[in-house]
């Protein structure tokens, strides 16, 4: 299940070449109750996760991206199918979900899913920011994660 969420970002996030400073991701289906909150997030997003710089992002504008290659970030998005299994990490107090192949697996990049709270948000980070990349992310996203999402439990 891991390899298919993992395919699914993949294709849904196409990454502008070198050329370019743009990041693109295609657009994807935010419910209307979720677009607000969306919009208000990423206007508080920080300039740097994980000391890279925010990125242009083209395509969606429920999306954003910092460094090359690119951390993206989709706010709004569904909860991956079979998800509630998956290990729920948890940082200052805000659960985000990793499939446990990419967990395990240092070489491959890590999708993260926001556990927990809406609106749902998925990060991928490359395999290039590992082993401290996800953490260090998960720091920087705090403090607009918490003000611009509503918490419906926790991490257990």
């Known amino acids: 299940m891991a390899g298919v969420v993992t395919s699914a970002l993949l294709a849904v996030v196409g990454l502008a070449g070198c050329a370019g400073s743009n990041v693109h991701v295609d657009g994807f289906a935010v419910s209307s109750a979720d677009r607000a909150a969306c919009r208000q997030l990423l206007t508080t997003l920080p300039a740097k996760v994980d000391d890279q710089s925010r990125r242009t992002v083209t395509g969606s504008t429920y999306a954003a991206a910092w460094g090359d290659p690119a951390i993206v970030l989709r706010c709004g998005v569904s909860p991956p199918k079979g ?6 990490i948890t940082r200052n ?3 985000w979900t990793v499939p446990p192949a990419q967990a395990d697996e240092l070489g491959r990049d890590l999708v993260m899913t ?3 709270r809406s609106p749902v948000i998925q990060v991928r980070v490359p395999a290039t920011y590992r082993p401290n990349g996800p953490s260090a992310v998960m720091a920087d996203l705090d403090r607009a994660v918490r003000t611009h999402t509503t918490a419906h ?3 257990s």
């Open 83 to 88: 998800s509630a299994g998956d290990p729920c």
């Open 114 to 116: 926001l556990a927990f």
């Open 93 to 95: 107090g805000i659960g």
């Open 153 to 155: 439990g926790k991490c």
